[in-house]
């Protein structure tokens, strides 16, 4: 992706800073990572949280109940299970037998314990008059505050959000987009490429208050991009997957098996990591998610005119086409990584990580298309941290459109010159270069609209943005046109949205969080170095204790932490023999947390 970026500015993101913001949420305890809903059916939803226990040695039953209203006293469903440290104590419950276009509201519980609740809601059948979704993507951590993610959170207006990919960055600390005037870094500080280090980078993500509330109040469609594995990654491997980083089938697993546990998506089956698949919205919307990175693509740059050469893989393409051929719904829209429209400049294709890079399958697709009679073909895209909009055309002929959101913060270029592209490439009809934002898709019978908002910062937290562009296709068209004004929601969106910390349920401060929590152990069990991610209220000098199971001491670390930071020590355990210990963690104020870890 970063290759279109070098077209306009090289290294300019570069550098080290101080601690991150990402702090727990201070309303409840073992649930400091929210929760969150996805994949929503007619019938079904994904619901997910994250438990953090005790003792991390040991299962714990997590409990969930669903209902019609806030107050959770018209129950509709319930159910628990065991999450234990395979899985990061990470849960998800596909909650099933559910009515459809309807909005529930749910809770966890554990330990003691109860989760916020979130709002969800299920997807219409048969005739929908109108949809509205927020499409989102590339959040890195490092770059900015989240403020895209409040303010889609406060329109509240959309059925779902759309994430399109780069939900986090894999990259060390200052390893790309850093910005030097915030408190966030990434956390692990190296590079993400084992399990535990996919794991810490998630869990750190989770704890940022934005991204949790947008999940709390809408069911997400993911797909990933390449940084939820590595920059620019393929089918067998990556450009930021280097020598001495170990085998790229492990890296890959890793990531893959990280991003499910901790994201709201269905499994096909157990261990399949396929995340090609289809949601139905009635007769207005089919929605085609595909994965352009792991699941077959070719190397980037490597006989690019190859007419065999694929983006999508064998199995993924039929799929495809047999899913658009098949659609009778109005609306057949791709959710897609990267850019679909050829752009050139000097008539040079100036993305090889984009469709340009696989042209053959590209007019394969549009071909289908064509021959087929697909009317109504929209893509949808995020990738490049800038804002476009395109005709698709093939031989003079219209076949559909694509639309491209901003980055959540991840730079774009540092001036607009995107008007140059233009003139070589007039099926361009919007593009702009340095803003970040979203884009609200709104549906209907008539036409499909995507309307441009930018956030007026990421240097601090603040929700004021500005609408900036809007352009629509009418059906049947398959061309752009603009319009003056963004889409208005309708009144069916004016549904009360989940209390933000609905937990005070006596004095006792039973539901608050401690002074101080630790949050994950990773690995655990570990045979070397085992990274001990924390959250604190106080500034002070913490210290890290590790007991045998007869209360002797055997090692001691001093750790200095900022006011309710999420914090990552790294203690070196590797001379201590095998065994279970305990690890304690004390406040200079003497205030303690303890739990339990094996040493290999």
């Known amino acids: 992706m970063k290759s279109l970026l070098l077209l306009f500015f090289l290294g300019s993101f570069y550098g080290v800073t101080a601690q991150t913001s990402i702090t727990p949420i201070d309303c409840v305890n073992h649930f400091y990572h929210g929760v969150a809903s996805g994949d929503p059916l007619s019938d079904r939803v994904i619901i997910w949280t994250r438990i953090t226990p005790d003792d991390f040695s040991s299962p714990v039953l997590v409990s969930y109940k669903m209902a019609l209203d806030t107050g959770m006293t018209n129950i509709v469903s319930q159910g628990s299970m065991l999450t234990d440290n395979s899985r990061d104590y990470t849960v998800k419950f596909d909650v099933d037998e559910l009515s459809p276009d309807t909005y529930y509201y749910y809770e966890f519980s554990g330990l003691g314990s109860k989760s916020v609740r979130g709002r969800t809601k299920t997807t219409p059948v048969g005739s929908v008059d109108s949809l509205r979704f927020a499409i989102v993507s590339c959040a890195n951590l490092e770059a900015g505050y989240f403020n895209v993610y409040d303010v889609v959170s406060e329109r509240n207006d959309v059925d779902a959000v759309l994430m399109l990919g780069d939900y986090i960055y894999e990259y060390e600390e200052g390893g790309y987009g850093q910005n030097l005037s915030i408190d966030r870094v990434f956390d692990p500080t190296h590079e993400t490429i084992s399990l535990d280090d996919y794991r810490l980078r998630y869990s750190v993500y989770h704890m ?24 620019d990654s393929y089918t067998n491997g990556a450009e930021n997957h280097n020598l001495g980083e170990g085998l790229w ?14 994201l709201p998506i269905r499994p096909k089956a157990e261990n399949n990591f396929e995340i090609y698949r289809k949601f139905e919205f009635g007769g207005l919307l089919d929605l085609f998610m595909v994965d352009t990175r792991l699941q077959g693509r070719n190397e980037q740059g490597v ?4 007419p065999n050469r694929t983006m999508l893989g064998t199995d993924q393409y039929q799929w495809l086409t047999n899913e658009l051929s098949s659609s009778t719904a109005q609306w057949k829209v791709l959710g897609n990584q990267v850019i679909f429209a050829p752009v050139t400049v000097f008539g040079v294709p100036i993305n090889g990580d984009a469709w340009d890079g696989y042209p053959a399958e590209r007019d394969n697709v549009l071909e289908h298309v064509r021959t087929n009679d697909i009317e109504n073909f929209t893509v949808i895209t995020g990738d490049v941290h800038t804002s476009w909009a395109f005709n698709l055309e093939k031989n003079g002929e219209n076949l559909g459109v694509e639309f491209v959101t901003p980055s959540v913060t991840s730079p774009g270029a540092p001036i607009n ?7 070589e490439n007039p099926h361009i009809k919007f593009v702009e270069l340095t803003q970040h934002g979203f884009i609200i898709l709104d549906l209907n019978q008539q036409r499909i609209q995507a309307d441009w908002f930018f956030v007026d910062d990421i ?14 296709s009418n059906a049947g068209e398959m061309q752009l046109n603009a319009t003056t004004s963004a889409s208005l929601p309708s009144e069916k969106y004016n549904v009360e949205m989940a209390p933000a910390c609905p937990r005070v349920e006596n004095s006792s401060g039973l539901n608050e969080i401690s002074t101080v929590e630790i949050i994950g152990l990773y690995p655990n069990p570990t045979n070397g170095k085992l990274n001990v991610h924390f959250a604190s209220v106080t500034d002070v000098e913490h210290t890290l204790i590790v007991y045998d199971l007869s209360g002797q001491e055997i090692m001691r670390k001093n750790v200095l932490v900022n006011p309710m930071n999420s914090t ?14 305990l690890l304690e963690l004390i406040t200079q104020n003497g205030i303690a947390t303890t739990t339990r870890f094996v040493k290999e």
């Not at 010159?417 to 003139?423: D, M, N, P, V």
């Not at 990552?568 to 210990?581: A, F, M, Q, R, W």
């Open 208 to 231: 940022d208050r934005a991204l949790q509330k947008l999940h709390q109040n809408y069911p997400w469609i993911c797909v990933w991009d390449d940084h939820e594995s590595a920059n």
């Open 249 to 262: 089938s492990d890296r890959k697993l890793d990531a893959q098996r990280a991003y499910f546990e901790w």
């Open 303 to 306: 006989n690019v005119n190859d």
């Open 417 to 423: 010159g995107g008007g140059i592209l233009t003139i």
């Open 459 to 472: 240097n601090t937290v603040n929700s004021s943005y500005a609408w900036v562009k809007s352009l629509y």
């Open 568 to 581: 990552i020590s790294v203690l070196d355990v590797s001379e201590i023999s095998t065994g279970t210990y």
